[in-house]
């Protein structure tokens, strides 16, 4: 029997028949949650062709902002779990919905600030729109629609003592979202700028994974969520405040407002390119330095960095070590020398005389005479800057920072590690704690 609570279930179970759909979890103005039968821990989010503004004071129907949306989102997350980020997205089924990982939400609105307008202006009389926070300017919404999402404090938010999917958002949960929040935003800004955009706010809300009792990035992330100004010019804004501007709703102005939404749409999977593609070059003395070398190459790969490795000697071949620098001079792409050269290291050096790209020395230390090889790394003639560092893993991480200079991808993934370390420690010292009581 088809009861009327039953047939928007209907009408997906059509459309999703490869999903055994259970039941209705959650409806939001813009989205509904599905249980996932066959999939335990995650569920289905379908958006909606609704846009609203005001806490759904005005809404309309908007044909085709369901698939915009959802592509947005699933751009978005897919760019930030490349990155290192947690989230909750598991990966996009259809055009209008995406399957994530099951949680329950804190309910709270996280807003990042670069430059302040909207209500930020009408909350602090005298700051003056434009206004550039550095470091960025951070604020919290407790989800309370009755009340206008009122701005809530840190101690407002501890104080409220919330339990999800048995965890305690205590001191360290807060930090976590704190510290999330300025790096998504951060690594959402430098993608954007890539598209000369500049991101200007942005609101996201964290879960408690329930399988995993995580703190991760859910609900999602859509023209919904941030203002964007191309070319930094409020007048060409991009998302979802040419809505909230409209004096009158008409069927002009709807059309305006989803060019703007499909604008973003496209432009966001530009997002997920790199715009430069460099290298790392790793040249050795000898293959008895290949296991060192190795672990160099390993640690690129992990930023997304293509690693050539050579072999060749500067004392030994000179010729043939200027050679090789020529080949990868030669073809345009930019790239990173590291040099892998034990006892006397002439490698780094003779390339840091005879190139203008980056070098880095690596030296395979070995304990009988390392402290004295070292200097061959450290002391150079006037006119050489090379750098030296000891770890292969930082050797590779050095040559990701100078890179994630102009790739927003590498920097992405630099930014996240950043967090992730942070995250771990914090942590660490919460589980001491929990046992030293």
């Known amino acids: 029997e088809l009861k009327p609570g039953n047939f928007d279930l209907l009408l997906l179970g059509c459309q999703f028949l490869d999903l055994k759909l259970g039941k209705k979890l959650n409806e939001g103005k813009t989205k509904q949650i599905f249980e996932l039968l ?3 821990g995650n569920v289905l989010v379908q958006s909606k062709d609704q846009i609203t503004a005001g806490n759904a004071v005005r809404k309309d129907q908007m044909e085709g902002k369901a698939a915009i949306a959802n592509k947005t989102t699933s751009c978005v997350f897919k760019l930030l779990q490349d990155a290192g980020i947690k989230t909750a997205f598991v990966r996009q089924h259809s055009e209008t919905a995406f399957v994530a990982s099951h949680c329950e939400m804190i309910p709270i609105e996280w807003v990042c600030r670069r430059i302040a307008t909207g209500s930020f202006l009408k909350r602090n009389p005298g700051v003056k729109e434009g206004y550039r926070f550095s470091p960025l300017k951070l604020e919290m919404f407790f989800k309370d629609d009755a009340n206008n999402d009122p701005q809530w404090s840190e101690e407002q938010l501890l104080a409220a003592g919330f339990e999800l999917a048995g965890m305690s958002i205590g001191r360290c ?6 510290k999330s929040t300025v790096a998504i935003f951060e690594i959402l800004e430098k993608a954007w700028a890539t598209q000369n955009c500049t991101l200007v706010d942005m609101k996201i809300e964290f879960g408690v994974n329930v ?3 995580e703190v991760v990035l859910a609900d999602v992330i859509d023209n919904d969520s941030w203002r964007l100004w191309p070319s930094g010019d409020r007048s060409q804004q991009k998302d979802k405040q040419v809505y909230r501007d409209l004096k009158e709703v008409t069927p002009e102005a709807m059309q305006m407002v989803k060019r703007n939404f499909e604008w973003v749409s496209e432009r966001v999977k530009l997002l997920l390119e790199t715009q430069t593609s460099g290298r790392v070059v790793v040249l050795m003395g000898s293959t008895s330095d290949m ?5 160099i190459r390993k640690a690129c790969s992990s930023y997304g960095i293509p690693c050539h490795l050579r072999v060749t000697s500067a004392h030994k071949g000179p010729d043939e070590t200027l050679r090789i620098k020529a080949e990868y001079e030669g073809d345009g792409v930019p790239t990173i020398f590291v040099a892998v050269a034990g006892r006397s290291n002439g ?8 190139t203008a790209y980056p070098v880095i020395n690596c030296p395979p230390v070995t304990s009988d005479w390392g402290a004295q090889d070292i200097w061959s790394s450290l002391r150079m003639p006037s006119g050489l800057g090379c750098s030296t560092v000891l770890s292969p893993d930082a050797a590779a991480q050095h040559a990701a920072q100078i890179l994630g200079l102009t790739d927003h991808l590498i920097w992405a993934k630099l ?4 967090l992730n370390t942070w995250v771990s420690l914090k942590q660490a010292d919460k589980k001491l704690q929990q046992c030293s009581l």
């Open 38 to 40: 066959d999939e335990p």
């Open 173 to 178: 949960e807060v930090d976590i979202m704190s």
């Open 211 to 213: 399988s995993t009792k």
């Open 291 to 295: 296991a060192h070398c190795e672990r």
């Open 347 to 354: 490698l780094g050096p003779v390339m840091s005389g005879n």
């Open 415 to 418: 930014r996240a590690s950043m």
